[in-house]
C-alpha cells in the first residue's frame, strides 16, 4: 500500500490550493496523519496534523490560514491552503497511520511529495 498525493502546482500569492492524500488500496483506512513540507535549503517541517478523533495542530505559520481534515470515512487526508504566501513554496509531503480494515494492522507511511509554488 501506499500514500498518494495529489493537488500541489503554482499559484499567485493569496491564492489557494488543496492538497488530497488517498492510501492506494481501499482496504486501508487513515487513521491520524499530518501534511510536512520541504523548502529548498531546509529542514523538513510539520505544517499541520490531525489526530485519529479529528484534532487538528498547526504550525504557528500557516494557522489563520491553513486547514487540515480527514473525511468521515478515513479515505482521504486533505489540506486546505488559503491566502497563500511566497514563504509557502516547498514540497508537501503527507505521513499518516494506515490501518488495514481486515486485520487491524496499523502502520506508518509517507506519500510522495507534491510541489507547491507561489508567485508574487
Known amino acids: 500500500v501506499q500514500l498518494q498525493a495529489s493537488g500541489g502546482g503554482l499559484v499567485q500569492s493569496g491564492g489557494s490550493l488543496r492538497l488530497s492524500c488517498a492510501a492506494s488500496?481501499?482496504?486501508?483506512?487513515?487513521?491520524?496523519g499530518g501534511w510536512y513540507r520541504q523548502a529548498p535549503g531546509k529542514q523538513r517541517e510539520l505544517v499541520a496534523a490531525v489526530t485519529s478523533d479529528g484534532s487538528p495542530n498547526y504550525a504557528d505559520s500557516v494557522k489563520g490560514r491553513f486547514i487540515i481534515s480527514k473525511d468521515a470515512n478515513g479515505k482521504k487526508l486533505e489540506l486546505q491552503m488559503n491566502s497563500l504566501k511566497v514563504e509557502d513554496t516547498a514540497v508537501y509531503y503527507c505521513n499518516a497511520d494506515l490501518k488495514r480494515v481486515r486485520n487491524s494492522m496499523t502502520r506508518n507511511h509517507w506519500g510522495q511529495g507534491t510541489e507547491v509554488t507561489v508567485s508574487s
Open positions: 488500496r481501499n482496504e486501508y483506512n487513515i487513521l491520524g
